[in-house]
């Protein structure tokens, strides 16, 4: 059995019906949880409605680093997270690539999302790009050490993997990883501890190859993990229940499904 660790099912375009069979899709290749995360605070709502009948998704709330229009203050974050059917902070963190500009907002935005993970006792979803230091060093310095998290699609250095395995965070890997052109991140995922170790889709983007170029959906979460299980040289099944464990420990709100 595998789990999405991290999707979108709210940015597919889908209706419930098509939502309904892209599910089922995933159901039948063997992916028994999903996780949908939340981009922004102020979409929240209409994410939760679009997945909540289904019992076999989860959902986070936060505020993406490059959706900085929607930031809210902390007192908002923290009655939002606290609701009981939100199992992770999230996705919260630090893109430089892409929104430098913003960088005083997303620091600021990401030190509230830390303490709000603190304060709720729920797992952080963190974005980093290009902003490896800063990542870090807030974590380093508001991170309690019973918060835990995840460092999801990741795609920086083996150097950086390490120190957030010492922090006690996981490392997830998306689609990214099965492209030719990330050389640097297959040595990554050889390296990462199995028991660190997540598999997502972050779907409706970055569709492992051979879907490549079309929009992704939980069900291809199936090609990351058989992509990351033959680099490591185990059995699909090997890196199927760890990653499933792994998830489990900790979004460990979530129910089991089997």
Request: aromatic letters at 8%.
């Amino acid at each position: 059995m595998f789990v999405d660790s991290h999707c979108h099912l709210d940015r597919l375009g889908q209706s419930p019906e098509q939502l309904k069979q892209t599910l089922e899709f995933a159901t039948q290749r063997g992916v028994s949880h999903m996780l949908c995360v939340a981009v922004s605070v102020r979409e929240y709502e209409q994410m939760y409605e679009t997945v909540r009948g289904f019992d076999n998704v989860s959902v986070s709330c936060g505020v993406h680093p490059l959706h900085q229009e929607d930031a809210c203050d902390f007192v908002t974050l923290l009655d939002m997270a606290s609701r009981p059917e939100v199992v992770a902070v999230g996705e919260t963190g630090l893109d430089y690539h892409y929104s430098a500009e913003t960088r005083e907002v997303q620091l600021h935005s990401f030190v509230d999302h830390i303490k709000v993970a603190n304060v709720t006792n729920k797992p952080l979803i963190i974005h980093t790009r290009d902003a490896r230091d800063d990542t870090l060093a807030l974590l380093n310095e508001h991170k309690d050490d019973s918060t835990n998290g995840v460092l999801h699609c990741f795609t920086e250095t083996q150097e950086m993997a390490e120190q957030a395995i010492d922090m006690g965070l996981y490392i997830s890997l998306s689609g990214i990883v099965t492209f030719q052109s990330a050389k640097r991140l297959k040595k990554v995922a050889q390296s990462i501890p199995l028991d660190r170790l997540l598999i997502e889709t972050d779907s409706p983007w970055l569709a492992p190859v051979p879907y490549r170029g079309k929009q992704n959906q939980p069900g291809y979460v199936v090609e990351v993990a058989e992509y990351i299980a033959k680099l490591r040289g185990i059995s699909v099944e090997e890196l199927a229940r760890a990653t499933t464990d792994n998830f489990y420990r900790l979004f460990s709100a979530c129910k089991r499904h089997h």
